[in-house]
């Protein structure tokens, strides 16, 4: 195999880039694909698209079949290729091939206007270079995007910083909670990231797709997504248990009811309530919308709690 790839600085923003084995599949796949359209054994593989295998993959990337399997499972997923498989090989799309790849004829009019443009860029350059040798911080950032490290040194653990470059579409959540997720699972786990602020929207995308995603905080109608409740100390699962704890308890209107239904007093209710929250405690089971955890505790109660 001879040749090369283009590969935009912006990969570093890519959703998948924190996951190590996503990267290294993935740019093996763009590494693999026809540059031009091609046929092998009478059938036509287009520009973009290669012919391998479970096992080829596993022999030239290193990385178990399963974590292969879920790897092209993700990709899929996330819109990046398209696979299409057969009893002795796949043929993998990468859907947006043209946009890594654009081809560039030159011609001798392009060369011209490149070199015009080429002229007036050197005098624009040399400006730009006064002003980048004041910007210390943008620089260490650059090296930092290339290399994994710790939250505490990455510029996006000041939360100023983290709220101002997120995204606009990504405003609307609860930046200061995903700011907290991280720290949280920076100290527990020792997480290193090439790009923090990558992992934040990659966090929030997450939770939408799960329909947990938090939107208001003071709510205590929120269900943390399973990656960010496990990074959660016990002392804040235990407030989290609390403030659901004393919101179902408020609902004295819910409460008479399953009290009329089961045939006791709302003082019993309570009792077996208190009771409900001591096994959930243990169990997790109180990360859940205070609906579902209603509708727990009513099932448990048939069942003679």
Request: one cysteine or more; glycine letters at 2%; hydrophobic letters at 35%.
């Amino acid at each position: 195999m001879s040749g090369w790839i283009k590969l935009h600085r912006k990969f570093v923003d890519w959703e998948w880039f924190y996951k190590s084995e996503m990267v290294h599949i993935f740019l093996f796949l763009l590494l693999s694909a026809n540059h031009k359209g091609a046929k092998w054994q009478g059938i036509e593989i287009k520009r973009g698209q290669l012919i391998t295998g479970l096992k080829k993959l596993n022999k030239k990337t290193g990385i178990s079949l399963q974590k292969i399997r879920t790897c092209l499972k993700k990709l899929e997923n996330t819109n990046e290729i398209i696979v299409k498989s057969t009893n002795k090989f796949s043929i993998i799309t990468i859907c947006k091939y043209d946009s890594y790849q654009i081809e560039q004829q030159t011609t001798n009019k392009q060369l011209t206007n490149k070199q015009q443009t080429t002229n007036k860029q050197l005098t624009t350059n040399k400006k730009k270079k006064k002003k980048k040798k004041n910007d210390n911080n943008d620089n260490n950032e650059k090296n930092n995007k290339t290399k994994k490290h710790f939250f505490k040194d990455s510029k996006y653990f000041d939360i100023k910083v983290l709220k101002a470059e997120i995204n606009d579409k990504y405003k609307i959540y609860d930046i200061d909670f995903y700011y907290e997720s991280m720290l949280n699972a920076a100290e527990i786990h020792n997480y290193k990231y090439a790009n923090w602020l990558a992992v934040c929207r990659n966090w929030i995308n997450r939770d939408i797709k799960n329909g947990k995603v938090i939107i208001n905080k003071t709510s205590v109608n929120f269900v943390y997504s399973n990656n960010i409740f496990s990074s959660l100390s016990d002392e804040k699962k235990k407030n989290l248990w609390s403030l659901k704890k004393e919101e179902i308890i408020r609902d004295e209107e819910w409460i008479t009811r399953i009290a009329v239904i089961n045939k006791f007093s709302p003082a019993t209710a309570k009792i077996k309530l208190e009771e409900f929250f001591k096994h959930i405690l243990t169990t997790y089971e109180f990360n859940n919308s205070l609906e579902n955890i209603k509708k727990h505790f009513s099932n448990k109660i048939k069942r003679n709690l």
